[in-house]
């Protein structure tokens, strides 16, 4: 198989846009599939079934994505905690607006978790491209624009 049509069967390494989009819809950064990436709501598999590809690539890796979950759940807590106080006040209902905030800090990490880590992944192959081995589907676009060898 020459290199140029070995070129035309592989996909082309997906944009910073494209790896957002498969991490906000819960898919797999490398290939794209959804199907199979989680045991449970908290607990993602290891690898991708599809192209193989190792979704915590080091030690730690997922607190970017505990990072995200309290960014956003910080930053809506503010948003309707400010929202509340602008509405009500000169009276506000401190009570309300407490229970409020509490349901927010407790439902939506709980809630975004899974598109959390799968957003992170993204993020991540946006900064640091696969490497060589790190996916076992020849389909899946390496770090460098060649195509990849057939042995």
């Known amino acids: 198989?020459?290199?140029?049509?070995?070129?035309?069967?592989?996909?082309?390494?997906?944009?910073?846009?494209?790896?957002?989009?498969r991490?906000?819809?819960?898919?797999?950064?490398?290939?794209?599939?959804?199907?199979?990436?989680?045991?449970r709501w908290f607990t993602m598999v290891e690898h991708c079934p599809a192209c193989g590809f190792r979704f915590e690539r080091?030690?730690?890796?997922?607190?970017?994505?505990v990072g995200m979950s309290t960014i956003v759940t910080f930053g809506l807590l503010a948003v309707t905690l400010g929202v509340g106080f602008a509405v009500t006040a000169p009276d506000i209902p401190v009570v309300a607006?407490?229970?409020?905030?509490?349901?927010i800090s407790l439902v939506v990490p709980v809630v975004i978790h899974p598109l959390a880590r799968t957003l992170w992944v993204a993020v991540d192959l946006a900064m640091h491209p696969l490497e060589p081995g790190e996916?076992?589907?020849?389909?899946?676009?390496?770090?460098?624009?060649?195509?990849t060898q057939q042995g």
């Open 1 to 21: 198989m020459t290199a140029s049509s070995l070129e035309t069967t592989l996909p082309a390494r997906p944009t910073t846009a494209a790896l957002l989009v």
């Open 23 to 39: 991490g906000l819809t819960g898919a797999c950064g490398a290939c794209g599939k959804r199907r199979g990436l989680r045991r």
């Open 58 to 65: 080091e030690p730690g890796h997922f607190i970017g994505a």
């Open 97 to 103: 607006l407490t229970g409020v905030g509490l349901a």
């Open 135 to 147: 996916a076992v589907d020849p389909r899946v676009r390496l770090a460098e624009e060649g195509p």
